[in-house]
């Protein structure tokens, strides 16, 4: 590697250990651990739920979908895009202001116990019991693809980029909680829109300007132009689909209990829209710029995995090492955008949710944000061994991609419908509550050992059942339960008002 490109990367990792290091001065106890005292502007909530809602797929998995299969990759990205803005629109200002009327609840368990008055502490041990398993996995997935970046681009063997990226991400998330992660994520956020706007127009100037892109793609074969190429109707439901997580999953939507205020949401919200619709365009082009940029020396057509290589590949032939190095931030920049925040909702799962609820509940500020920091090293030093090779090849990119797909799908069946219907539907009930995060959890869990069957019908991807059944869980067990208290229905309309205001 050029010297240029290593001093640049390494001056964005020492940039990121800095803020962490400032956002431990400003973090007093574990509202400011856990959600930043609710003081984040519309600008960096955006940026941050954006960033830790990409990961590296943005800048290597769907470049590459798009480099293997062409145009039909769209898909994902018309479902991805209409599940943010309704979660944006509809789901944001009422859990802001919901989490606040109801007792100042700081993570999702926390909501969903004070929501429901529940004082047998179910609620709060299944929610957190299902984020602490989630995102063991997903966090172990994302170190895989940030050990593979390093190991790419430096040369390093996997083991000892596993463990050098692996520090980097635990250190700021330790020192500065929620406020370094959500810092750190607006500059990620940021790099992220930069080089997915910078690589493929330059990629497309370089091939003579879209219309001359298009057509040397088409007569390479024209499959490539094709959006319906591939999909049949289960296939383009499956990739639509993957809106719908964007509901359950706990490191998006505390960004949306973060925020100032709810009057600063519909700002927020055109920020947050604007980066991901041009970030998940931005990622297509690149992938499809590749296919002709690259078809006298392709990769791998039809590969995916290797096929992610793509956007690495351009970053070498088009920049200057200076540039390159900035740009293999940007890939490093989504990758830990998305860990640390994985590993801070799981921290405060722990802290909050079990040692505080269970174990101690007369627990001073500073010692939870202790257990914070030390619930951060236990998920990641559990994530990095999970991480760590089964084979000397490092043979496991595959079982990432399905890894986040299933981590996706988990959340989005076990809390998506939980938090739509506590947040809108005040006969909701606690007992309603408990059989959807089971009954979604659960679906997803069995419909992913399923191949086949009917048409094809488990080749559905399984959020779609797990989030119909869960929703239907909940409507069937609240109608037939007795109905909320009068504390219970005042409150929602308290939260209500507030969300208008």
Not at 238 to 261: D, K, V
Request: glycine letters at 10%; hydrophobic letters at 55%.
């Amino acid at each position: 590697m050029e010297t240029a490109t290593l001093v640049t990367f390494i001056a964005y990792l020492v940039g990121m250990l800095t803020l962490g290091i400032i956002a431990y001065r400003l973090t007093n106890n574990l509202s400011d651990y856990v959600l930043g005292g609710r003081s984040l502007g519309p600008g960096v909530a955006a940026l941050s739920a954006g960033a830790s809602d990409m990961s590296s797929w943005l800048l290597l998995g769907m470049p590459g979908a798009a480099y293997a299969t062409g145009m039909n990759s769209i898909w994902i990205c018309i479902g991805l895009t209409i599940g943010a803005y309704l979660n944006w629109q509809f789901v944001a200002r009422r859990l802001r202001s919901y989490t606040e009327v109801a007792q100042d609840s700081i993570t999702v368990p926390d909501f969903l116990e004070n929501r429901f008055r529940d004082k047998s502490k179910a609620l709060r041990s299944i929610s957190a019991l299902v984020i602490l398993i989630f995102f063991t996995f997903y966090t172990s997935s994302g170190l895989v693809g940030g050990a593979l970046l390093f190991q790419e681009s430096f040369g390093m063997t996997y083991n000892a980029a596993l463990i050098i990226g692996a520090l980097v991400i635990i250190s700021y998330t330790f020192l500065g909680g929620f406020l370094a992660v959500s810092w750190t994520d607006f500059i990620q956020g940021i790099l992220m829109f930069l080089a997915l706007v910078i690589v493929p127009i330059v990629a497309i100037q370089k091939l003579g300007g879209w219309s001359e892109t298009v057509s040397t793609v088409a007569e390479m074969d024209s499959a490539y132009v094709n959006v319906y190429e591939g999909m049949g109707f289960i296939a383009i439901v499956s990739l639509l689909a993957w809106g719908l997580g964007y509901f359950g999953q706990p490191h998006i939507i505390t960004r949306f209990m973060a925020i100032r205020s709810v009057k600063d949401v519909p700002v927020a919200r055109l920020i947050g829209m604007t980066w991901m619709v041009v970030g998940l365009f931005g990622a297509i082009f690149v992938g499809f710029a590749g296919i002709a940029y690259f078809a006298n020396d392709p990769l791998i057509v039809g590969d995916v995995d290797n096929s992610e290589k793509v956007f690495m590949l351009f970053t070498d032939v088009l920049f200057n090492p200076w540039v390159s190095g900035f740009l293999l931030a940007a890939i490093l920049s989504a990758i830990m955008s998305t860990i640390d925040s994985q590993l801070l909702v799981s921290s405060s799962a722990l802290a909050e949710d079990f040692y505080k609820a269970i174990l101690r509940k007369d627990a001073s500020d500073k010692e939870l944000v202790w257990i914070g920091r030390f619930g951060v090293l236990l998920i990641a030093v559990i994530a990095v061994l999970l991480a760590l090779p089964s084979n000397p090849d490092n043979e496991n990119a595959t079982s990432i991609l399905d890894l986040v797909s299933y981590a996706w799908g988990g959340f989005g069946a076990a809390f998506g419908p939980v938090i739509i219907l506590s947040l809108f539907w005040k006969r909701m009930t606690r007992n309603g509550a408990l059989v959807g995060i089971i009954l979604g959890a659960l679906t997803v869990i069995i419909w992913k050992q399923l191949e086949g069957g009917i048409f094809g019908i488990f080749d559905l991807y399984e959020i779609v059942p797990g989030f119909v059944l869960g929703w239907l869980g909940i409507l069937l067990v609240s109608v037939l339960d007795k109905e909320p208290t009068e504390e219970i229905s005042e409150e929602f309309d308290r939260a209500e008002e507030l969300s208008k205001q």
